[in-house]
Nanobody
Framework: QVQLVESGGGLVQAGGSLRLSCAAS????????MGWFRQPPGKEREFVAA????????YYADSVKGRFTISRDNAKNTVYLQMNSLKPEDTAAYYC???????????????WGQGTQVTASS
């Protein structure tokens, strides 16, 4: 199994940047695809980005393409989400997740972190 802990959220002005980190436990971290999801207040959790176990393949929601970058460092058991040009609509609780396949569906992921809040104000 994998245990995940997100960090790096906060309050920023629109147009600013944040880098989220997700620290994973377990020797098998590198065998998991990783995803980032977000859940705005009062809305369903939605896909943001995903990265394959190798780090070669990446996927992004249309709403964040060109602004967000997902990456991973398997040696550090950590996945990152670099968020640039933040918009008020990016405000949400952000969650990292681990699964055996690289997918956009919430149901494809087996393990979830506790979430970290990102607020972009205008």
């Amino acid at each position: 199994q994998v245990q995940l802990v997100e960090s790096g959220g906060g309050l920023v002005q629109a147009g600013g940047s944040l880098r989220l980190s997700c620290a994973a436990s377990g020797r098998t971290f590198s065998t998991y695809a990783m995803g980032w999801f977000r859940q705005p207040p009062g809305k369903e959790r939605e896909f943001v980005a995903a990265i394959s176990w190798s780090g070669i393949a990446t996927y992004y929601a249309d709403s964040v393409k060109g602004r967000f970058t997902i990456s991973r460092d398997n040696a550090k058991n950590t996945v990152y989400l670099q968020m640039n040009s933040l918009k008020p609509e990016d405000t949400a609780a952000y969650y990292c997740a681990a699964g055996t396949t690289t997918r956009q569906s919430i149901n494809a992921y087996d393990y979830w972190g506790q979430g970290t809040q990102v607020t972009a104000s205008s």
